[in-house]
């Protein structure tokens, strides 16, 4: 499976727990997703994965995944910068020869966010990914979206990313953004 999608849970030192969902009142909120199913969903009390794959493609054999994770808590401990630092500090133990686009930080819904880029060429499991990645801070928890491409990625697989990203949200609470109504 994406060895580089499964770090993300590997930096974090969470709390293991009962089963639960991102809190009531914030959620990410994303752009429709045509042609894509979940492959995988797991809520926990302090984390919430769901992962979406082209239809006809299995969360083991894919091009393109869509991955939604919510870390409760994590956003006391850690800013999406760091977030983003810290995943990046352990990309060479899956991608030895990966390159990176600088952090970029910023605010979604007024809360603070970062994204970045990473180009692998060959992950350690023997094949070439690379992935778009946001984190957003949210009251109680880290939200995290992440696009991720199997094989040689295009300017125009980055470009679909970043478009999609463009639409995610964070809803709270009293909301305006259409997205979230």
């Known amino acids: 499976m994406n060895r580089i999608w499964r770090l993300i849970p590997l930096l974090l030192v969470l709390p293991a727990a009962a089963l639960s969902a991102a809190p009531k009142g914030e959620r990410m909120v994303s752009p429709p997703l045509p042609g894509f199913v979940v492959g995988h969903s797991e809520n926990r009390r302090f984390k919430s994965t769901r992962v979406e794959i082209p239809v006809g493609e299995t969360a083991g054999n894919w091009t ?6 919510w870390f ?3 956003s006391k401990r850690l800013d999406p910068v760091e977030y983003a630092d810290k995943m990046l500090e352990d990309l060479p133990k899956t991608c030895p020869d990966a390159s990176a686009s600088p952090v970029e930080s910023m605010k979604l819904a007024g809360r603070k966010a970062a994204r970045f880029k990473v180009v692998c060429p060959m992950t350690t499991s ?3 990914e690379s992935f778009v990645l946001l ?3 949210g009251k109680r928890g880290m939200y995290v979206k992440q696009i991720a491409f199997k094989g040689k990625a295009t300017s125009a697989d980055f470009l679909w990313a970043r478009k999609f990203l463009r639409g995610v949200e964070l809803c709270r609470n009293g909301s305006t953004a259409p997205a979230c109504q």
């Open 72 to 74: 409760g808590k994590l």
């Open 126 to 128: 023997g094949y070439p």
């Open 135 to 137: 984190a957003i801070a």
């Open 64 to 69: 393109r995944m869509v991955t939604t994770q």
